[in-house]
DNA sequence: GTTAGTGCAAACCTTTTGCAGCTCT
DNA sequence: AGAGCTGCAAAAGGTTTGCACTAAC
């Protein structure tokens, strides 16, 4: 249902609804959030071989430009890459558990607040606004205590890139 | 004064005092915000010629992770590179003009309010919380129906990465 | 004297660009 | 038919890493 206000919202603005712009635009709206290009461009290679990463980078630029699709960075757990996810939900702030990833969002009035109140305080036009929280989530505190102990021992780099990178190697 | 609290800090945990970081943590405090790892890296080098840009990353990365700077994106307005600043100041939101890129800080309750509902709704943790907004500043909104206006007629595009670009080679 | 930190070069990951050819409308 | 879009190769930007050397404590 996001695809098809996506795909008339692109139609309107004379925007060429391709086969791989069709499969992009499922796989935004039925996976949800929080995909990365990279993930979105594997995903859409199994239902078209052919479809070039360049053109994923494409899609998401022109979705992002036409306020469809929201960036995000999720505090940057993972690595540099942005996350998307459609514009169709009320604003929310990402929390991310710095320690096993989980994502969770949160809906409240402090971020309707926040808006208005930056928009009256400083005569500001309101166009994106992004909240992301970082920290450790009700699962994680307790081990994360236990982990610090150990890490004085044994310390352990876990090496960030390295997980994308072999998920890419032919 | 920022820049004593951080030495101490840093002296407690056994990390040494190097020239190199010297020269740095005290650009970063006097300087106060929104330098990114090449302008400092640019500053650093009329201190110290010698002083190279890795030294200047991995500072940062030391600083960030142990909690004495915030690592902002801006929303990416002028690229993807991150700005730092001291974390000193009550948290506060930054509000980035999509057109003429300044940058508004702004304190409020909300914001608080925002924090202590996310701990409670989740039992979360709270470590890091970043808010950005971007849109048009009170300035800049007039202008931009003029620019979209011509834009229609004589579309421009501003090459972001080709500035940066240009003050970095020799 | 140790150990942490630096500089240099080279790598890395993510994203963008130039251009020839293909394809939606 | 023709503007718009894709794929490919190559580049760019920002950041990290390996290693030998240096300097802080």
């Not at 695809?3 to 712009?21: A, I, P």
């Not at 995903?43 to 899609?59: C, I």
Request: with cysteine.
């Amino acid at each position: 249902m996001a695809q098809d206000s996506m795909q008339g919202s692109l139609k309107e603005r004379g925007v060429r609804l391709t086969r791989q712009r069709q499969i992009l635009l499922e796989l935004i709206d039925k996976t949800g959030e929080h995909l990365d290009a990279e993930r979105l461009y594997q995903m859409a290679k199994e239902k078209d071989p052919k479809l070039n990463r360049v053109t994923v980078y494409r899609t998401l630029k022109m979705l992002k430009l036409g306020g469809l699709v929201d960036e995000l960075d999720l505090m940057h757990y993972g690595g540099d890459q942005h996350y998307y996810e459609t514009r169709l939900k009320q604003e929310h702030a990402h929390v991310i558990c710095l320690r096993c990833g989980k994502v969770e969002e949160f809906f409240g009035d402090p971020l309707q607040k926040l808006r208005k109140q930056i928009e009256s305080h400083f005569g500001f036009q309101v166009l994106l606004a992004r909240t992301e929280v970082g920290g450790y989530c009700a699962h994680c505190q307790t081990l994360r205590a236990r982990e610090v102990e150990v890490a004085r021992v044994a310390p352990v780099t876990p090496p960030k890139r390295a997980r994308r990178a072999a998920a890419r190697r032919p």
